[in-house]
């Protein structure tokens, strides 16, 4: 019986995906959470060679840059972040009466960096949420993931691993990852206590060189980047200004490319 244009879209669609997520079953890198830190890091590490992998629980990454300063969509970057946008090919201005900072389009930004990521190589799987990690020798080296309508719904469904060398947290507020090291492995992580020191209040200036000096291996395997490695070792929130995720990402990619060499 010839195929009809219906079935044919649908087997598409089946071999296509099966083939990508089988590929990506084993990575170097899986990057938890497509938002701006995640992003950068996943092309970054992408286009050096390291198969690389994004798992986002939404299904549009971009985390908290869409909706901009309140819902306003454009967001503020600062002179030293200035050359990864550039990198992207995003635009920004300079705003007239505070050299040094830039402003830009937060849809702009948003599928900008998602569209580098990928044209890098680097694969995103959305609405898939990592729920939980996989230890080996007292190191992380996977993650457990399943689709977010499962989770959202508390299905009883179990999920798959995938297999890495290393992960990055990049979820954001909540640092979900190290969240779930740090209870369920009952490990200590390296912070000052050796456990999760808590985001602190706004302090802008502060935060985004945080944000930055905050990105590094919490526990063997694992790293934080953005707002998950200020949560971690309890850095200032920053609002709206995205210099500090962008760097973050490009560090975090750094830092996990020299423990991959070693
Ligand atoms: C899969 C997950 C999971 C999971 C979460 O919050 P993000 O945008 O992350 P960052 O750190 O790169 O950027 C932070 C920035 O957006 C921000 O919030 C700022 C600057 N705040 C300042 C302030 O003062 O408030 O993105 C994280 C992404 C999201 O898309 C989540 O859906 C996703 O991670 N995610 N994906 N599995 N378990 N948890």
Redesign the pocket.
Known sequence: MAKSLENIVSAAIVSSFYQKLLDNLVVDVAV????????VAAKTLAERGYKTVV????LA?????WGGGALFNEVVVQSEAKSILDEFGINSTEIADAPGYFSLDSVELASGLIFGALKAGAKIFNN????DVAFKDDRINGLVINWTPVTRLQMHVDPLVVITNAVLD?????C??LNLVQRKARVKLDTPTGEILGERP?QAAT?EITTVENTREYYPGIFA?????NNVMGGY??????G??LL??KRAADLIEKSLKK
């Open positions: 938890v959470g497509g938002g701006p830190s995640g992003l798992f986002e629980r939404k990454p971009g985390g908290g840059v898939v949420s990592v729920e990049g979820t954001g507020h909540p979900e990852v706004m935060g980047s953005g707002m998950s490695a929130r920053m609002g709206p200004i995205f500090g995720m973050s990402g």
